[in-house]
């Protein structure tokens, strides 16, 4: 019997610290401090790769930054992942409905758990690790590798979370 109350309340424990967690992340999404800090650091550990190769550092763009945001929300809440989205649109596709020039443009997208066991990212649950989750599943990727250290200026990253603590993450790297 006594095993069944430890059993009983380690899964009420469990249920009411996931959901305190998911709570916490969604306030923080709505208010996008964690959104704006995930963006900035994946922006800085892309750099790092860039530089540590011989490469320039990319700039961060308003503009990309928008149209990056812009496709994580639409992934989120339209309930795909793909490059193109639910109207058929490319990357290149919504920078020209945006009216944003480029000559060269390329997208990186990715979704993470905010949890305490991804796989071959351990616990997510921190700015820090999340972005360098991100960004390491990009860097081992070799297309969205070569984005990263492609011949790109500018770089824009938009972060948005679904209700269930999922991350959604997109680079768009250009050149104007």
């Known amino acids: 019997m006594k095993t069944k109350f430890r059993l009983f309340g380690l899964l009420l424990f469990t249920l009411v610290v996931l959901n305190c967690a998911k709570e916490d992340v969604s306030a923080l999404d709505e208010n996008s401090s964690l959104n ?35 496709h994580s929300d639409n992934m989120v809440k339209e309930g795909f992942f793909d490059h193109t989205d639910h109207e058929g649109n490319s990357p290149s ?4 409905n945006a009216g944003y020039g480029w000559s060269q443009i390329a997208e990186n997208i990715v979704y993470v758990p905010w949890f305490e066991n991804v796989s071959g990212c351990g616990d997510t649950r921190s ?35 679904t209700q269930d603590s999922i991350a959604y993450a997109t680079q768009v ?4």
Request: with cysteine; glycine share 8%; proline share 3%.
């Open 93 to 96: 596709d919504r920078a020209d």
């Open 36 to 70: 704006e800090q995930l963006a900035t650091l994946i922006l800085q550990k892309t750099n790092k790769i860039r530089t540590d190769q011989g490469l320039t550092a990319l700039i961060q763009n308003d503009e990309m930054d928008a149209l990056a945001k812009f």
């Open 173 to 176: 790297f250009r050149t104007p």
């Open 127 to 161: 700015a820090e690790a999340l972005s360098a989750c991100m960004v390491e599943g990009w860097r081992n990727s070799p297309g969205h590798y070569a984005n990263m250290i492609g011949d790109y200026v500018q770089l824009g990253v938009g972060v948005s979370f």
